[in-house]
């Protein structure tokens, strides 16, 4: 049985551009001089998720939850151990060699370092015109105007055209990946981090700049960040990735107003400026606690209960396109609704 | 905040003026421009600003971790418990470091050593500078360990550095800096390559660290939110100087300078409706600062005097300072000014 998680279908929604079955993604670990295999990790466990046309989701968690190899997979770079992903309806298993290209054009994808993904002994012009040059978008001749085009797009001058990446700013270099993935006239873009490794008021720049762009392309955007206030601005929605699996998903301003996973919750308590304040669970929180059986989280949770180890908790509904993989779901939103009152309670005594 | 002790309000350390340069041959680069800070016992500074600002060479300077093309300009005074150690000897410097001032980088990984035993790297010090013995500077070692909140301490000190997380390893780092228990804690952005709920914890160990220690802390972030949370004081710099300082509650409510109100605009929040408002254009060349103030590019509010002359800096109420031309109060301040 697969729940898919996607919004309440009897309202009108604009129809599924990607969506990820029960993808599970198996790593082999090998040991020894002779990498003899010892058995797998699985660094993603049933994931189920649908993108809309127009969307933006976010996947939120810390290093190591998964949230880039899922936006690997989503975008072809990866294939999954087991599971499906689905572009327009179809399989990508599907697919033959011509749909397979058409789907790589149209799902594209931004990367965290320009350092590292701009080729560096390329000028600016080679590396934004590589991709529409391959799949022969536009006639030569055109090339250099396309070209011209999307850098004036993302803000870039076109006297940047022979220049070298080293040449530009973080922030620049990232407009200019951005250029790269959108001159491919992609439906979907999937952006790992794109801002995180900038300055704070580069981020701004960054961020609005994705945003202007999807109203007037008409882009689906996947955003993966660790970043929640970031998250929260730009996502319609936000998926919480825990240890390979999804823990929770919801509309990005209810998801922060009323976090109902203890792993979101407590996310949302570290973030500086938060209001408020959980105790961080135990200093051992870097012990891989991925099992078989039962909740991955409840080695690190303060709700935990004997059912938690017995049995892995579903994602289950609590509430319009809400839905949450814990037990005590109800409890836990229950409880950070009291920690929300009591913060108000104080401030209004303070003021 | 107390106020107790008398000594808790004392100078642990002090730059007046200080510059950095960077001399390469395509031109002189002034990194640092005229740094003055002052740091108090018991108390933390949070120096904010972004990449290119000069925080982290602030420090780095302090620390007399700079050498060729890179040189403290004449003129410059670092001041330590009252002592000028700006002009000590490279021996001299080594003898202070990690005894009196202690620092703690960004990337534990690369900053640890991967051939020794993290409990060998936190007695290096106590042997080197307390002259202990081997077994006592390891029983110390593990004691340390302990403090910042490594479990099962005595069998995590014969683990190397590549056994431990990230937050592991920073939390080794803190143990070695705060062995030989200095006055002076120099912490570069230590939180940034950690997770946010690994950061809150090591945000919480160095506060509780701060009070049991007295420790000073220099902590150098990009991001307001973990100053609001660990810090006392903040000086904001931009393009070499301090444009801004006070208490941290002040100047994070009530931001003066044009740039510090729109670093605080440009950062999405959790809880507020209010679109991000970027700031446009990016920071002026370090090898050719423009002569008035160096914000003035990117400034809404900027005027001719600005263009012309680097603003001095003014004293607001609640201990703030700000450098910015809006504040003199000598000149009759433009309408439609700062008040929003």
Known sequence: MTLVLEPNPTHDHPPVVLRANNVCLDYPVETGAFRRKAGFVRVLDSIDLVLRRGETLALLGESGSGKSTLGRILVGLLSPTSGVVEFHDRSLTDFGRRERRAYHRKVQMVFQDMADSLDPRMTIRDIVAEGPSAHRLVPRGDLNRLVRRYLDLVGIPGSALGKYPHEFSGGQRQRIGIARALIMQPEVVVADEPISALDVSIQAQILTLFEDLRKELNLTYIFITHNLAAARYIADRIAVLYQGGLVEVGEAKRLIAAPSHPFTQSLLSAAPGAK?????????????????????????????????????????SIADNHFVACHRANDVATAWKIHQDTVLMHEGRRS | MQTTASFEQETVLECCNLRTYIHTRRGLVRAVDGVDLKLKAGRALGLVGESGSGKSLTAFSIMGLIDEPVRIEEGSVIRLEGRDIGNLSRKQLAGLRGSRIAMV?????????????????????????????????????????????IKDAARRADDYPHQLSGGMRQRVMIAIALACDPAVLLADEPTTALDVTVQSQILTILAELRKRLRVAILLITHDLGVVEETCDDVAVMYAGRIVERGPVPEVLQRPRHPYTRALLASMPTLDTEATLRPIPGSVPDARSWPKGCRFASRCEFVTGRCLDEYPPTFAGDAGAEVACWLYDEAQPRSQGGLQR
């Open chain 1, 276 to 316: 408020i304040r959980l105790s961080q669970t135990a200093p051992n929180v870097d012990a891989d606690s991925r099992t078989e059986i039962g909740c991955r989280y409840r080695t690190r949770c303060g709700y935990a209960e004997a059912i938690c180890a017995q049995v892995t908790p579903e994602n289950r």
């Open chain 2, 105 to 149: 980088f960004q990337e534990p990984m690369t900053a640890l050593n991967p051939v020794h035993t993290v409990g060998w790297q936190v007695g290096e010090p106590l042997i080197l500078h307390l002259g202990m013995t081997k077994a006592q500077a390891k029983k110390r070692a593990i004691e340390l360990l302990d403090l910042v909140g």
